[in-house]
């Protein structure tokens, strides 16, 4: 980012601690499975990560302007012409999430709810000892490690693609503004 270029705020200080604290929330839930005498951080940090989720839902109907799921969810048509341009190597730079990073926004933060609902689901009496339960638990848990892999890789991806450090934008809310060809939305 030039330093004769002002900066643009894009993401608010809710979304930035919300993305952070579920960070922190779900690392301390996964490192809780490998014996290392966490165990009992494991089902406090799911209901944090669940309540992180909640409020981040909440935000995402009534937050600021690149918090809104409206802003960044995008239909089949615009998802599948911005990968048909990313395959081609002449993808926009967007000013928020891009239309994958929006879907994988979703598919991230429903797997956080499937995650903690099947977790609290094995604490009730009548679903405590269920074997599919406790499956159904652990193929959700790979399946949200895999997304975040996908999710550090494309933001890797991007954040080289277009040089510009989008871990750095998401402790500071800022990005360069819009240069040609960037999508503003």
């Not at 960044?72 to 999430?97: C, D, S, T």
């Not at 890797?156 to 402790?171: C, D, G, P, V």
Request: proline share 3%; with cysteine; aromatic share 12%.
């Amino acid at each position: 980012m030039s330093s004769l270029v002002a900066p643009i705020k894009v993401w608010d200080r809710l979304v930035r601690l919300l993305h952070w604290a579920l960070v922190a929330s779900v690392v301390m839930a996964w490192i809780s499975t490998l014996g290392l005498g966490l165990v009992k951080a494991h089902e406090p940090a799911g209901y944090i990560a669940l309540g992180v989720v909640t409020l981040r839902i909440i935000w995402g109907f009534s937050g600021s302007r690149y918090a809104r799921f409206s802003q960044f969810v995008r239909g089949k048509r615009e998802v599948l012409h911005y990968a048909g341009q990313l395959q081609a190597g002449n993808e926009p730079r967007y000013i928020g999430h891009n239309p994958l990073g929006g879907w994988m926004v979703l598919l991230l933060l429903g797997l956080v709810v499937s995650l903690g609902l099947t977790g609290w689901l094995y604490t009730t009496d009548y679903f405590w000892g269920m074997a599919w339960l406790d499956t159904l638990h652990h193929a959700l848990a790979w399946a949200l490690l895999v997304l975040v892999a996908l999710h550090l890789a494309g933001v890797a991806f991007t954040s080289l693609r277009h040089s510009e450090n989008l871990i750095t934008a998401m402790f500071s809310g800022c990005k360069a503004p819009p240069g040609t060809g960037d999508t503003i939305t």
